[in-house]
């Protein structure tokens, strides 16, 4: 799977938008990229994922560069919940058997922290 | 939603003993599970991919005979981590891939299992 380089940690306002980058630039054309954060202690929490197109969910909204080597998510409205280590993961998707076996790597993610 | 289960979500052993942890997947199938490790202030690291019916995939440098992975039905896949030793404690997280789910569709995961082995 691609490697993913996103910054250490980054601060947020509450209220405010926190945008997280994520650089892939060596993604391949059949890799999609995937958001999930882990609040301390817990397991991973899906957020998003998208192949080439911006796409927005309940939680967040991704946007994907043109030529598909960075994306950003962007949390519109950061609470103080949303403090965590997010990871942007591109992840291969083979399928066998009409099974997909597409494993996560995770890198060591971004600790955003949301300040009052 | 997926819900995936983990039990215990803490547990403490002596060191020689061994350890189950059980990943259920409550309200859909996992024919696909995959077993994550990480130590404190560390990412998690795959360990093994648990098919069910068949034998686990382990990454490189994870021993198959310390960490046992049994799928034996469409919901549940436990590890067991034998003999355990203080170099084992850590928090083991697992993941679910639904039977009929879409092949990009997102994994779910555990709540995480704490192991202190003393």
């Known amino acids: 799977d691609a490697k993913t380089t996103q910054p250490t940690s980054m601060d947020c306002a509450e209220g405010r938008a926190a945008n997280l980058p994520c650089n892939h630039s060596?993604?391949?054309?059949?890799?999609?990229v995937y958001w999930y954060r882990q609040i301390h202690s817990q397991g991973p929490q899906y957020i998003i994922h998208g192949l080439k197109n911006n796409e927005t969910n309940e939680m967040a909204s991704l946007i994907i560069t043109e030529d598909r080597k960075s994306s950003t998510l962007i949390l519109p409205h950061a609470t103080l919940r949303d403090t965590a280590v997010y990871y942007c993961?591109?992840?291969?998707?083979?399928?066998?058997?009409?099974?997909?076996?597409?494993?996560?790597?995770f890198g060591q993610g971004t600790i955003l922290t949301v300040h009052p | 939603g997926a819900v995936v289960s983990q039990h215990p979500s803490r547990v403490i052993c002596k060191s020689g003993t061994s350890v189950k942890i059980e990943c259920r997947s409550l309200?859909?199938?996992?024919?696909?599970m995959f077993w994550y490790r990480q130590f404190p202030k560390q990412s998690l690291m795959l360990m093994a991919t648990?098919?069910?019916?068949?034998?686990?995939?382990?990454e490189q440098g994870v021993e198959k005979d310390k960490f046992l992975i049994n799928h034996a039905s469409l919901t549940l896949s436990t590890l067991t981590v034998t003999s355990a030793h203080p170099e084992d404690s850590s928090f083991y997280i697992c993941?679910?891939?639904?039977?009929?789910?879409?092949?990009?569709?997102?994994?779910?995961f555990g709540n995480g299992t704490r192991l202190t082995v003393t």
């Open positions: 648990s098919n069910e019916g068949s034998k686990a995939t382990y």
């Open positions: 060596t993604i391949s054309g059949n890799e999609y």
């Open positions: 993961i591109v992840r291969v998707l083979t399928n066998a058997g009409g099974t997909s076996y597409g494993k996560l790597t």
């Open positions: 309200d859909f199938q996992a024919t696909t």
């Open positions: 993941s679910a891939r639904e039977v009929e789910a879409r092949y990009n569709s997102p994994l779910h």
